[in-house]
């Protein structure tokens, strides 16, 4: 069974930094593009930065170009995301999760092509 933990959320300070990290059990790296999401109260869930299953490319919303990298370490079957210069519109509960894919593909940010979904975990942003 497939399944995905974050963790590493927490408060930080306008402009700091923070990573949360993404471990993934059940199945390698191999054959997933991995998503990161975001969730704000009130808000819809929207993605936020992807990698392809080959970790050959990543894609980023424009909010984070330059801000957000995601990355993974295969041999520990985990995914970050480094966040840099926070803002008060990075506040939510960030996600992540799984596409299956028999070839490599592109990652996106439609939820609905992720079939597995970790718990979340909270970044919050003090002023």
């Known amino acids: 069974q497939l399944q995905l933990v974050e963790s590493g959320g927490g408060l930080v300070q306008l402009g700091g930094s923070l990573e949360v990290s993404c471990v993934v059990s059940?199945?390698?790296?191999?054959?997933?593009?991995i998503g990161w999401f975001r969730q704000a109260p009130g808000k819809e869930r929207e993605g936020v930065a992807c990698i392809m299953s080959t970790g050959r490319s990543t894609r980023y919303t424009n909010s984070v170009k330059g801000r957000f990298t995601i990355s993974r370490d295969k041999a520990k079957n985990t995914v970050y995301l480094q966040m840099s210069n926070l803002k008060p519109e990075d506040i939510g509960v960030y996600f992540c999760a799984a596409e299956y894919v028999d070839f490599e593909a592109g990652c996106g940010y439609i939820a609905l092509e992720y079939e597995y979904w970790g718990q979340g975990t909270q970044v919050t942003v003090s002023s």
């Open positions: 059940g199945h390698s790296l191999d054959h997933l593009n």
